[in-house]
T-cell receptor, first 111, second 117 residues
Framework: GESVGLHLPTLSVQEGDNSIINCAYS??????FIWYKQESGKGPQFIID?????DKRQGQRVTVLLNKTVKHLSLQIAATQPGDSAVYFC??????????FGRGTSLIVHP | EAQVTQNPRYLITVTGKKLTVTCSQN?????MSWYRQDPGLGLRQIYY???????DKGDVPEGYKVSRKEKRNFPLILESPSPNQTSLYFC????????????????FGPGTRLTVL
C-alpha cells in the first residue's frame, strides 16, 4: 500500500479498547475542524467535523472534543476494531477555503 | 455510487513532458480541489475551484495549472514536470458550504502516484 508519512506518531491498542488521538492546532482564527481517516492505498475519508462554537460532537463510535483555550482537538474511538487501523489526521480551516492538515497519527489495532 | 475518480492512478514520466491528471465527481458538487501528499508534510492544497470557471491558488500552486470548464471535471495540468513534483496527488470535492456542519465534507479520490524522473 501507499506510505502516507514517515515516522508518524503511532498509537497501538488492543481490539475493544478505546482510542484517543490528539491534534494541536496553531491558528486561533480557525473555526472549523475535521478529522479524516486514511487507510493504506486509499484517499482520506471524512470521519467527523466540529465548529469552534462547540466543545464536543458525537458520531457513531467516535467523539471529537475541542479545547479552544489550549488549541487542542481529540478524536475518541470507542471499542476500537482492527478495521480502524489507519492514519488519522485533523484539519483546520479559518475563514478560507484552504484547510491546513496535520501530519497524522498511525493507529494500530491488535486483535 | 457517489465517488471521485482520478486517472491515471500511477504515472511515471520524465522531466519536461506535459501531463494531465483527470478528476471527475458524480455528486454535483460545486467545490473541487487538488492536494499533494508528501511524507512528513501532510496534505497541501494546490488549487481549488468554487464553481465552473472559478479557480484559486492553494498553498503550493507553483508548477501546476487547473481548469474547471464543467462542474464535474477538474483536471490538474503539469506543463513541464520536474522531479520535485514527484508525489501522491488527491482530488477532492464537496458541496462547498464553508464550515457548515455536515455540508463541508470533502470526498477524496483514490490518489495518483506520480514519479518524475
Amino acid at each position: 500500500g501507499e506510505s502516507v508519512g514517515l515516522h508518524l506518531p503511532t498509537l497501538s491498542v488492543q481490539e475493544g479498547d478505546n482510542s484517543i488521538i490528539n491534534c494541536a492546532y496553531s491558528n486561533s482564527a480557525s473555526d472549523y475542524f475535521i478529522w479524516y481517516k486514511q487507510e493504506s492505498g486509499k484517499g482520506p475519508q471524512f470521519i467527523i467535523d466540529i465548529r469552534s462554537n462547540m466543545d464536543k460532537r458525537q458520531g457513531q463510535r467516535v467523539t471529537v472534543l475541542l479545547n479552544k483555550t489550549v488549541k487542542h482537538l481529540s478524536l475518541q474511538i470507542a471499542a476500537t476494531q482492527p478495521g480502524d487501523s489507519a492514519v488519522y489526521f485533523c484539519a483546520e480551516a479559518g475563514g478560507s477555503y484552504i484547510p491546513t492538515f496535520g501530519r497524522g497519527t498511525s493507529l494500530i489495532v491488535h486483535p | 455510487e457517489a465517488q471521485v475518480t482520478q486517472n491515471p492512478r500511477y504515472l511515471i514520466t520524465v522531466t519536461g513532458k506535459k501531463l494531465t491528471v483527470t478528476c471527475s465527481q458524480n455528486m454535483n458538487h460545486e467545490y473541487m480541489s487538488w492536494y499533494r501528499q508528501d511524507p512528513g508534510l501532510g496534505l497541501r492544497q494546490i488549487y481549488y475551484s468554487m464553481n465552473v470557471e472559478v479557480t484559486d491558488k492553494g498553498d503550493v500552486p507553483e508548477g501546476y495549472k487547473v481548469s474547471r470548464k464543467e462542474k464535474r471535471n477538474f483536471p490538474l495540468i503539469l506543463e513541464s514536470p520536474s522531479p520535485n513534483q514527484t508525489s501522491l496527488y488527491f482530488c477532492a470535492s464537496s458541496l462547498g458550504d464553508r464550515g457548515v456542519i455536515g455540508r463541508d465534507t470533502q470526498y477524496f479520490g483514490p490518489g495518483t502516484r506520480l514519479t518524475v524522473l
